[in-house]
């Protein structure tokens, strides 16, 4: 299996522009999130999924960020307008049935997101 | 909401000193999970604890999972360079199936 692909590796952008990042869970996997990554606040969740619906967004900072998950091996983030205190790692993760107890996740390689 | 707290931060150790980072959380946790993230890298499984009491071995590493399933902990006996990263607990409490993470440790190992 391929893991969890994240695209791009790395985006650098200025800030009010759009940028999607983009996520392809392992096949099979119920579950999806998105957490981000900063030196300050550590890995936070933003917003997972089951079975392609968003289950909780509470953790999405504000409007400017949304997510969708149209089918089973695609989900996407997006910012608009982007802002330099979006810059962070994004991860993308992925996990089996939530009543099985050997329920790791599996993170994608995550997107360095630059805002200037 | 759930919180989760690690200590220390940091830790700097010589090689072949053992290092233990400690787990505590808010609330009561259904079970507890353990994450390594070399630097540069991703978060990467290590074990999940489910029992009160619970103690797992691997090779070097102890885990911990306290009687109160509110806190854990994790030790490493005789440090390598290889034990480099920031080791992550995570939570999941009740029938939330959100993972809250801790901060994270960051284990430098002086050879």
């Known amino acids: 299996d391929a893991g969890v692909i994240q695209s791009p590796r790395h985006e650098v952008t200025e800030m009010g522009q759009e940028v999607t990042l983009r996520c392809k869970p392992i096949?099979?996997?119920?579950?999806l999130f998105w957490y981000r990554q900063t030196m300050m606040r550590g890995l936070e969740l933003l917003i997972y999924?089951?079975?392609?619906?968003?289950?909780?967004d509470s953790g999405m900072p504000e409007d400017r960020f949304s997510a969708k998950m149209p089918n089973a091996s695609f989900s996407t983030l997006k910012i608009q307008p982007s802002e330099p205190r979006d810059s962070a790692v994004y991860f993308c993760a992925s996990s089996p049935d939530r009543f099985s107890y050997n329920s790791p996740l599996h993170f994608g390689n995550g997107t360095r997101l630059t805002v200037t | 909401g759930q919180q989760v707290m690690q200590i220390p931060q940091y830790q700097h150790v010589q090689e072949g000193e053992d290092f233990t980072t400690y787990c505590n959380s808010s609330?009561?946790?259904?079970?507890i999970q353990w994450y390594k993230q070399r630097p540069g890298g991703h978060p990467v499984f290590l074990i999940q604890?489910?029992?009160?009491?619970e103690v797992k071995k691997q090779k070097r590493l102890t885990f911990q999972f306290g009687e109160a399933k509110k806190n854990s902990s994790l030790h490493i006996t005789a440090t390598q360079t290889t034990d480099v990263g920031t080791y992550f607990c995570?939570?999941?409490?009740?029938?939330?199936?959100?993972?809250?993470f801790g901060k994270g440790t960051l284990l430098t190992v002086n050879p």
């Open positions: 604890l489910v029992k009160s009491g």
């Open positions: 609330t009561t946790l259904s079970n």
């Open positions: 999924f089951n079975n392609n619906v968003p289950i909780d």
């Open positions: 995570a939570g999941r409490g009740g029938s939330n199936y959100k993972l809250t």
């Open positions: 096949s099979g996997h119920d579950y």
